[in-house]
């Protein structure tokens, strides 16, 4: 089949599909040209990164030790984190009042900063109360 006009391979049976998808022997690595745009987005140099990488034996250990945090028993255990600096954000953003033109972007960076400064290394940087938030941490 043509896509884009390239010859194309389409996976219709489910089993093979989770052989070739899935990990282990006979198991597709992810392909460098599909995640090379993604690349470039995240990184001014093109580099793979967590989610993109190919899985050499250095990146497997890496994802192994991260994908301890992201267990659902540990997701349930900061998920009253989470919500709370969420609803802070909330409580910020209504008082500013209907009218007030709102950065979504701005926004969600304070709360990310602040979940992953209180969960992972139990330091709040209160980004999502201050008017400016201070940039020397990031240094």
């Not at 007030?100 to 999502?128: E, K």
Request: aromatic fraction near 6%; hydrophobic fraction near 45%.
């Amino acid at each position: 089949m043509k896509f884009l006009w390239h010859d194309t391979i389409v996976v219709t049976d489910p089993a093979a599909l989770a052989v070739i998808m899935g990990r282990g022997p006979g198991a597709i690595d992810k392909a460098a040209l599909a995640y090379a745009p993604i690349n470039r987005m995240c990184d001014p140099h093109g580099n793979p990164n967590l989610l993109t990488s190919a899985a050499t034996e250095s990146w497997k250990l890496i994802r192994k030790a991260v994908a301890v945090s992201f267990s659902m028993q540990n997701i349930k255990r900061k998920f009253p984190l989470v919500l709370n600096r969420v609803n802070q954000l909330v409580d910020r953003i209504a008082a500013q009042g209907p009218k007030a033109s709102i950065d979504v972007d701005q926004a969600a960076l304070r709360v990310t900063l602040d979940v992953i400064g209180l969960a992972g290394f139990n330091h709040d940087y209160d980004s999502v109360s201050r008017d400016i938030p201070p940039y020397d941490h990031l240094l």
